[in-house]
T-cell receptor, first 113, second 114 residues
Framework: KQEVTQIPAALSVPEGENLVLNCSFT??????LQWFRQDPGKGLTSLLL?????REQTSGRLNASLDKSSGRSTLYIAASQPGDSATYLC????????????FGAGTILRVKS | DAGVIQSPRHEVTEMGQEVTLRCKPI?????LFWYRQTMMRGLELLIY????????DSGMPEDRFSAKMPNASFSTLKIQPSEPRDSAVYFC????????????FGSGTQLSVL
């Protein structure tokens, strides 16, 4: 059974810091991995999608890496800003579950000004 | 495109009442997903449709839950009768090719069953 774990559960950093959020999954037979952002009272916004054949994806100050063999992904946020404060979730689609995404519980990020 | 549109944003009802949640996916997206989010269980997939056909409803918790997609631009999730433990945020999401592409979420319906 695919399980997705995110560490840390919560993170508080001063503005300007570079930070890393971690995601691990138990079954390496994945199709892809997505990182989402969720603001309070809002839906999820897909930030980056990494296909299983890829090692990383970049969008602006965000960089996501994928190490499928070890079952790990990281989301790197450069020069963090207060507007980055949100919950970040990772989700994997795997061969076992087809179109079902399995989500982690998320990391709550607070960037202090 | 306006994105995935859900209604209502908030629903407060009494136990035993019928609740209907509505979703309009992004035009052209062939896949529609219904998720439920709670503090205890996180995000759970309830059911998903491909080209208006229900493909997997194994996540629907009980027979009290039902979902329909009568056409490509509209889906409903119904709970009858509702119970306090159904209180959660219900999200609808759509994508063009299932889990192979980015998933677009609506803003959700906050359901409170008293």
């Amino acid at each position: 059974k695919q399980e997705v774990t995110q560490i840390p559960a919560a993170l508080s950093v001063p503005e300007g810091e570079n930070l890393v959020l971690n995601c691990s999954f138990t079954d390496s037979a994945i199709y892809n991995l997505q990182w989402f952002r969720q603001d309070p009272g809002k839906g999820l916004t897909s930030l980056l999608l990494i296909q299983s054949s890829q090692r990383e994806q970049t969008s602006g100050r965000l960089n996501a890496s994928l190490d499928k063999s070890s079952g790990r992904s990281t989301l790197y946020i450069a020069a963090s800003q207060p507007g980055d404060s949100a919950t970040y979730l990772c989700a994997v689609s795997s061969m076992e579950y087809g179109n079902k995404l399995v989500f982690g519980a998320g990391t709550i990020l607070r960037v202090k000004s | 495109d306006a994105g995935v549109i859900q209604s209502p944003r908030h629903e407060v009802t009494e136990m035993g009442q019928e609740v209907t949640l509505r979703c309009k996916p992004i035009s052209g997206h062939d896949y529609l997903f219904w998720y439920r989010q709670t503090m205890m269980r996180g995000l759970e997939l309830l059911i998903y449709f491909n080209n208006n056909v229900p493909i997997d409803d194994s996540g629907m918790p009980e027979d009290r839950f039902s979902a329909k997609m009568p056409n490509a631009s509209f889906s409903t999730l119904k709970i009858q009768p509702s119970e306090p433990r159904d209180s959660a945020v219900y999200f609808c999401a759509s994508s063009s090719t299932g889990a192979g592409e980015k998933l677009f979420f609506g803003s959700g319906t906050q359901l409170s069953v008293l």
